[in-house]
């Protein structure tokens, strides 16, 4: 009932190359967060979302809420984007939930 | 530098004891999240506090405590431990949350990463 998907669960891209990780949940949610998690294990908060795009440097995030999906998008991807990306929704009644990640490597 | 800080940075026991993290949130924040991710069960929320009370309750086993004191740090509790608790703990923090959470940034710590033998 709470699940978070996310796809793909591992990816390698060229470096310059568009990139583009999913996340679908099941019910509704007070907001989506997009975090990215470095190879040394810390985490850092790049987006939440409630509705429509946000935008910051070359990432950009997007959610449908009829559809229940996110998208996190990365332009001209760089070898410095090589980290886990994971998506995790605030459901209604104060629960929080994690996708699984997505590996991303990018090569130079 | 989230701002967070959180000591110990690496922890080994053994099986039944009992070890106390802590977490000091940024300065101003008002909120601490824990967090456990392990290799099986990936990132899980445990708990939430604000102003020092409990906010929002996760997947947080009965072996498990936290507290926020006055000054706003907290500390997680683990007891009788097991070897599945073998995990990264992380905390978090957020400025608000009064609300429980959801529609804030939160700022991660680094970790304690947790081994019990």
């Known amino acids: 009932k709470n699940e978070v998907e996310q796809s793909p669960q591992n990816l390698t891209a060229q470096e310059g190359e568009f990139i583009t990780i999913n996340c679908s949940y099941s019910?509704?949610?007070?907001?989506l967060h997009w975090l990215q998690q470095h190879p040394g294990g810390g985490i850092v908060s790049l987006f939440m979302?409630?509705?429509g795009k946000k935008k910051h440097g070359r990432l950009i995030a997007t959610i449908n809420i009829q559809e229940k999906h996110s998208s996190l998008h990365i332009t001209a991807s760089h070898p410095r984007d090589s980290a886990v990306y994971i998506c995790?929704?605030?459901?209604?009644?104060?629960?929080?939930?994690f996708g699984t990640g997505t590996s991303l490597t990018v090569i130079p | 530098d989230s701002g967070v800080t959180q000591t110990p940075k690496h922890l080994i026991t053994a099986t039944g004891q009992r070890v106390t993290l802590r977490c000091s949130p940024r300065?101003?924040?008002?909120?601490v999240y824990w967090y456990q991710q392990s290799l099986d069960q990936g990132l899980q929320f445990l708990i939430q506090?604000?102003?020092?009370?409990?906010?929002a309750k996760g997947n947080i086993l009965e072996r498990f405590s936290a507290q926020q004191f006055p000054d706003l740090h907290s500390e997680l509790n683990l007891s009788s431990l097991e070897l599945g608790d073998s995990a990264l703990y992380f905390c978090?923090?957020?400025?608000?949350?009064?609300?429980?959470?959801?529609?804030?940034?939160?700022?991660f710590g680094p970790g304690t990463r947790l081994l019990v033998l």
């Open positions: 979302l409630s509705s």
């Open positions: 019910v509704g949610i007070s907001a």
């Open positions: 978090a923090s957020s400025v608000g949350g009064a609300g429980g959470f959801g529609g804030e940034t939160q700022y």
């Open positions: 995790a929704v605030h459901y209604t009644g104060n629960q929080f939930y």
């Open positions: 300065s101003g924040d008002l909120s």
């Open positions: 506090y604000y102003n020092g009370e409990e906010r």
